[in-house]
């Protein structure tokens, strides 16, 4: 793989765009590569603009914090692009050349203007409806992050499927350190299931889907891209 | 006493030598500090809260007292669970940092080991506490997860509250990463103790970066823990009736303006100062230098603490791709500062940079109040308000110095 | 356990100041039913220190060391202000850190002697004045009742800032001339005893150090409360003759008349039913054990 | 020049169980209880003068104040009693 991937997540709060940094990051370090994860600090709440960010490599990393020049950006919600629910603007500010953007809508939402400024970047951009995804697939919306993990792994192929299986497994699985709001959406999540195994397993799935569509998409794709 | 005493018989508490090898309560080991570094466990995949809490599970500490503050809440709660569990004395919610450190310092007086946690605003809060904790000699761990402290509310991380500590008479250590958190909580005890130091410790990291940040952790195994704390071993009396003298002071030079008074304050201020200078030695001992350096044979050199070496560390892998050579020195304690580590390292150094994670620029200031031909040291770059410093602009303030064009580097807005 | 702990080294006895030798020969460590009596016949645990002549509050201070029950197994938190005076001379360990936080200094180290010696009684008292308590440490003081600490906390009132030169204080009467109230306090002398019983204490007690035997039975009502209940509240009025205009001699009067009928220290009294109980079941048992010892 | 305070032996009824003096001096170990004599005993050098004992022995009377010779420290019984510490005389306005 490239020296670094570095992913930046924007999402509104309880969408669980840490939880997936998280995920991704852990994923990596399952798989025996380097990784850091964090959240953009701020004091989140729910449906306010909720910031996480990804790195991963083959070396130790040191870098944090906020994420300002990324390969890959992630958009959970159509409003981070039609509300400006973004702590950059434009959402894509900072992002490499030969980047990658995906984002959550089933419809495209960028401007004339966006077009060309990430074309003139050589910047692939991946729409993908996640959120249906995640209702049909995971039976609820809360795993809209699931489907966005999947298909940047699909995509990026930083890590396989079976590391974020494992990741899923440590994050669900057992107890978790998490502060308030995200403590009592892991526990709406909970609930949401019966048992923790169904909970795992339809996450997975979700995972497993998105990633399979994300990487037909990617091979069909003729540009070049960073990140592969 | 040079008369033989017969502890038993006469009720007085003397030291209580626990030995190494024997068990706590919780059936942990006593263990000496350097041989808990040599058996690491498989390495964890932590934030620098839960880091927190597992340094304090080994550490013996007895009791802690609680406040809620971002970025500082998450460890202070996990401290609690740890409480729940056994693995300490006592643990409570204060009512102000003020408070709490009042509560730390009661419970240091009375024998035990107190650790807390505190950042930004709270720091400041509390901030009469510290210069008494230090002219008190209560070895009290604070650790410190630097956060803004003006107005307008801020909760970002930003190193400003640590150029505050730095006349205090504490003990400063800065850590980069959770890995050096959670073994400058270990080594702070050990060192902060010592008979010779016998001062509080502020052992602090970049909030969030650190506290919020999930990264690769080397630990010991939670069946080993330090040795306790031997109150009997401070070179002022405990506040607990068990030894003498029962009785301060014959003559108190407290509010007295005479020469006694003040070459007793003057003498009792250089002797705090002195003993942190006699912390390096067991510093050294445990953590191996006060320093770490990579090719300070270098013509161009970064000197940071803190978060500001890991961006640093980055910035020389990006300016080494375009053959760009440049030195690290990173100082891991402010307090002592390394004086004579730094000038050795920088002694053939054209250009010193040095980034930091505020706007007042106090780390360059250190620097250049102790390096010969300090025209050197370029103070930054800085960022303030707990914004991150990406790589790109270190790189950037380098190859400006050089000459080398950069491109404008892109704005986050537009 | 008694004077142990103040045993001198024999090698070292002929260079130990007089007092301290003083207190090895006659001070009342360890002595049961200690009070007030013990004074002018054995060694007093306060030396002679550099409050004014006629301090109501230097009496207080002796009545209050003479009647703490075990002083070999109390430690004293006081603050800054007179009081941070004459403890530097107090032969029981004591702490002075800082102005307000005297009731959060005590939580702490109440909690540590605790954590470190689980069974043994160790008594913490806090002594203070009235600005330590109320105005700048009102917060700390507060929450140490509500969290239900276990030790006594004791005000020395003297209704102003004596130690800065008689500035206004909460615990000011209303309508008092003085530095920083310059045309009278505006508002009531805060109701402290009030707060305090709303605010958890077992038992809290209001009065005027002119009577010895009254101070010692509250003073030791208080710490025995302490020990077993929570937290426990005494006030007690220390004018200061210089700041409101007195002779050297005329402390006691001036308690006197605060505390005869309609005076701001009436004598107040305040305890629970299960305290009550409590206490009258260890007067009968000290009634009794004085009265054996005085039959053998 | 300052005053002390000076017990009458003839006077006092300490050993009636008179501890007034003692009780009332605002400073510790200052007037004591004399084992032999049974009556109450100024310590010179801890005597802050400031005449509370006197107010206290209303009965007896066996307490007057008298000046300290300022080179030596001794009580000069003959001399008429001096100012008093009359501390807040400065407030009293």
Known sequence: MKKRLNIRISGLGGQGAVTAAHLLAMAANKAGLYSISNPFFGAEKRMAPAESYCRIGPERIYDRGELVYPEVIMVFHPQVITLQKSYTAPFYSGIKKNGLIIINTSTDLLTEEDHQRLDDLNVAVYDIDATSLALEIGGTELSTNMAMIGACAGITRVVSLDELEKALQDRFGKKYVASGGTATLDEAIKKKYAKKEMLLKKNMDTIIKAYEIATEWAQNQKQEMAVQ | MNKPVGVKEK?????????????????????????????????????????????????????SVAYPITPQSEAAALIGELYAEGYLGDYFRGESEFAVMGQCAGAAFGGARVFTTTAGPGTLRAFENFPMWAGARLPIQVCVTCRGI???????????????????????????????????????????????????????????????????????????????????RSPVPCMDMENPPVRMMRDPFVMKSNYISYSTHASWQQEVRAAIERSR?????????????????????????????????????????????????????????????????????????????????????????????????????????????????????????????????????? | MSKEKITICEDLADIMPPEYQELVATATYGKEDRGWRDVGSSKELIESHSLCAGCPESIAFRYVMASVPAPEDTVFVGSTGCTSLVFPHVAIQNI????????????????????????????????????????????????????QEKFTTICFDNELYANTGGQESGLMQR???????????????????????????????????????????????????????GPSFVQLYTPCILEIGKQSMEGLDEMKDAESIGGRFVFKEYMTDEVKNFLKQKDDEDKARKKAAKNK | ????????????????????????????????????????????????????CVIVCTTAKAITMHPVDGATGNILLGHKQGEVAGLGQAYAG
Not at chain 2, 179 to 197: C, N, S, T
Request: hydrophobic share 40%.
């Open chain 4, 1 to 52: 020049m300052y005053n002390v305070a000076h017990v009458e032996n003839s006077k006092c009824t300490a050993e009636k169980g008179c501890r007034l003096c003692i009780m009332y001096c605002p400073e510790a170990d200052t007037i004591l209880l004399n084992p032999e004599t049974q009556k109450a005993e100024i310590v010179i050098q801890r005597c802050k003068g400031c005449e509370l």
């Open chain 2, 281 to 414: 030695k067991h510093t050294i001992r445990i953590l191996g230098s006060l320093v770490e350096t990579q090719n300070t044979d270098r013509e161009i050199l970064i000197v940071a603490s803190g978060t500001a070496v890991s961006q640093s560390r980055e910035a020389i892998r990006l300016l080494e791709e375009e053959g760009i050579k440049v030195g690290l020195v990173k100082l891991k304690t402010i307090r002592p500062f390394p004086h004579a580590e730094l000038r050795e390292a920088t002694a053939n150094a054209k250009a010193i940079f040095v980034p930091e994670f505020n706007l007042s620029g106090w780390l360059a200031r250190e620097v250049k109040a102790c390096i010969p031909n300090n025209e050197r040291v370029h103070a930054g770059p800085q960022v303030g308000g707990g914004m991150t410093m990406p790589l790109e602009v270190i790189a950037e303030e380098i190859k400006r110095y050089l000459g080398i064009p950069t491109e404008t580097l892109a704005s986050r807005g537009s």
């Open chain 3, 96 to 147: 002075h850190s800082l102005f307000g936080n005297q009731n959060a200094i005590a939580s702490g180290l109440h909690r540590a002697l605790k954590v470190r010696f689980p069974d043994q009684q160790k008594d913490v008292v806090v002594l203070a004045g009235d600005g330590a308590t109320v105005d700048i440490g009102l917060d700390m003081t507060l929450q140490s009742w509500f969290r």
């Open chain 2, 150 to 232: 003006n107005s307008p509310l801020t909760i970002q991380p930003d190193t400003l509250e640590m150029y505050f500590l730095l006349e205090t008479g504490m003990l400063i250590w800065h850590a980069e990463t959770a890995q050096d958190l959670y073994d400058y909580i270990l080594a702070g005890f050990m060192v902060a103790e010592q008979p010779d130091v016998h001062l509080p410790i502020a052992t602090c990291c970049d909030g969030f970066f650190v506290t919020h940040t999930k990264d690769t952790v080397n630990k010991v195994p939670d069946e080993v823990c330090l040795p306790p704390y031997d109150p009997y």
């Open chain 3, 175 to 229: 309508g008092f001339v003085s530095k920083m109230a310059p045309a009278g306090k505006l508002f009531d002398k805060v109701r402290l005893p009030e707060i305090a019983r709303e605010s958890g204490c077992h038992y809290v007690a209001c009065l005027t150090v002119s009577k010895p035997n009254r101070v010692e039975k509250v003073i030791k009502n208080a710490i025995y409360v302490s020990r077993v209940f």
């Open chain 2, 11 to 63: 009720g007085v508490k003397m030291s209580q030598h626990v030995k190494l090898g024997q068990k706590n309560k919780k059936g942990q080991v006593y263990t000496d500090i350097v041989d808990m570094f040599n058996m690491p466990e498989p390495p964890s995949f932590l934030t620098g809260s839960e880091v927190i809490r597992d340094a304090v599970k080994v550490a013996s500490i007895d009791l």
